[in-house]
């Protein structure tokens, strides 16, 4: 019994292997760029409505550290399990509030364990595709003209302002519109729409006869990814 042990312990602390330091450095700067292009195609294809900038600037970071921490636990069975044993102790927790945001950072982590793993074509290539999906999907959601900004309709009780008469200004001056959310009590209403106007023109002509409904109404809009002038 003795010896068994003896051996498993040799077994840990001699199974490792020396990472080149070349490859190390070329699959780092790698990893570098392939985030810096993540967070580029995040901020100008993203459809969160966070501080997409703000949120993409932890991508070269997260990407790198993973990247790191595979090189140096791949060569060794027993920094393996070591690193197995903390993670079971730490746990990471972020504020991650859209489903998109999870997304992009497990594609971010990806970059860094390819990288990390020594598998560089398969990553470059993954990479690749996956961005080039990411870019596909944007221009052809953009040519069907979906919704593109957020309009809450609110105001106090008022036989004048209801659901339908609010669907119908849409119709006359948005090229598409979805209702999210519709909220009544009997002291106030409240809907919410994701929109899509041709023109900047349209979005105020829009905005004038929600206005002249009643007085008290109050209109709010939240841009989604733009709109041409």
Known sequence: MPSSRHSWGEFLTTQSAQIPLNEFILNLVLTALLAFILAWVYVKFGNALSNRDLFARNFVLLAMTTMLIISIVKSSLALSLGLVGALSIV?????????????????????GLGFGASQTLLTLTAFTIIVAIITAK????????????????????????????????????????????????????????????????????????????????????????????
């Open 91 to 111: 746990r990471f927790r972020a504020a991650i509030k859209e489903p998109e945001e999870l997304a992009y950072l497990f594609l971010a982590i990806s970059v």
């Open 138 to 229: 944007h221009f052809v959601r953009h040519h069907a003209q979906m919704p593109n900004f957020f309009l809450t309709v609110s105001s106090p009780s008022d036989p004048r302002v209801n659901l339908p008469s609010i669907s119908e200004v849409l119709r006359q001056h948005a090229s598409g519109a979805l209702l999210t959310r519709f909220d009544t009590t009997p002291e106030s209403l409240e809907a919410s729409f994701r929109v899509q106007f041709e023109s900047v023109a349209k979005l105020h002509s829009c905005n004038d006869q929600l206005r002249s409904l009643a007085q008290s109404v109050r209109v709010s809009y939240l841009e989604a990814r733009g709109i041409g002038a």
